[in-house]
């Protein structure tokens, strides 16, 4: 097989159909459209949805549930993320951000565990789990 052999699977590629470019090109005039009516016009039909003035689907159905106006966003960080720090380093919410681990808004930060740590670090963090601190003081780090 040479590059000049080359060419697309038979049926993979089809034109695009050019409408209204005159009556014998087979789709002028109303450029299958057809006559009259809200969908022959130019930005004309119904919105998504619409079903012609009946009970739309999405009013028909019952809602559910609700959302709760007081929930927290808390990002949650593990133990083996913070392999990127230098030994002996001040990790807070401000060092995190900088190192591209946190993004958007937040309520809070956890610590959770998952990951083995060997370095000592400084946790300054709103909240961590009982085996990461653990794991932190176990390596020689502290938590504030």
């Known amino acids: 097989m040479r590059l000049n052999e ?10 695009r159909k050019r409408v209204g470019r005159g009556v014998g090109s087979g ?10 009516g ?14 012609g003035g009946q009970m739309p689907i999405h009013r028909r159905l019952p809602k559910r549930g609700f959302t709760n106006i007081f929930k927290k966003n808390i990002l949650i960080i593990n133990i083996r993320d913070l392999a990127r720090f230098e030994i002996g380093s001040v990790v807070d919410e401000a060092s995190l951000v900088n ?19 060997n ?7 709103d909240s961590l789990s009982k085996i990461a601190m653990e794991k932190i003081l176990a390596a ?3 938590v504030e």
């Open 27 to 36: 789709s002028g005039k109303t450029a299958g459209r057809g006559t009259k």
């Open 99 to 117: 190192i591209g681990l946190l993004k958007g808004k937040r309520d809070g930060i956890k610590l959770l565990a998952q990951g083995e740590i």
């Open 119 to 125: 370095k000592p670090l400084t946790i300054r963090l």
């Open 38 to 51: 809200q969908n022959s016009r130019s930005g004309g039909g119904v919105r998504p949805g619409y079903e």
């Open 140 to 142: 020689g780090g502290k």
């Open 6 to 15: 080359l060419a697309p699977a038979p049926g993979s590629r089809k034109k």
